[in-house]
């Protein structure tokens, strides 16, 4: 059975920092490329940062501010987030995704709510 759990959210002053925490089961994490969206009110989702064994990418509006990490031995990926700002505030939802003999996996957490406010 697949879980993808988000925490670590929460409310945080302009400037504050966060670390999000995505812990998996029932997948090989090691072959899946992790990555973070978000989802503000009324808005879209938009991807935030994805990382392989390869590479991380990230949003330019996060770049500089933000660092997606992964632990394969605890299947898990975290997102540290400084400097945080009023527009950061979303729903943060963690996503597995993989592409393999034309076949593609792709599994969701719950979300974790970021609020940056003073």
């Known amino acids: 059975q697949v879980q993808v759990v988000e925490s670590g959210g929460g409310l945080v002053q302009p400037g504050g920092s966060l670390r999000l925490s995505c812990a998996t089961s029932?997948?090989?994490?090691?072959?899946?490329?992790m990555s973070w969206y978000r989802q503000a009110p009324g808005k879209e989702r938009e991807l935030v940062a994805v990382n392989t064994d390869f590479f991380s990418n990230y949003a330019d509006s996060v770049k500089g501010r933000f660092t997606i990490s992964r632990d394969n031995a605890k299947n898990t990926v975290y997102l540290q987030m400084n400097n945080l700002k009023p527009e950061d505030t979303a729903v943060y939802y963690c996503n597995a995704r993989r592409t393999t003999r034309g076949q593609n996996y792709n599994f969701w957490g719950q979300g974790t709510q970021v609020t940056v406010s003073s």
């Open positions: 029932g997948f090989t994490f090691s072959s899946y490329a």
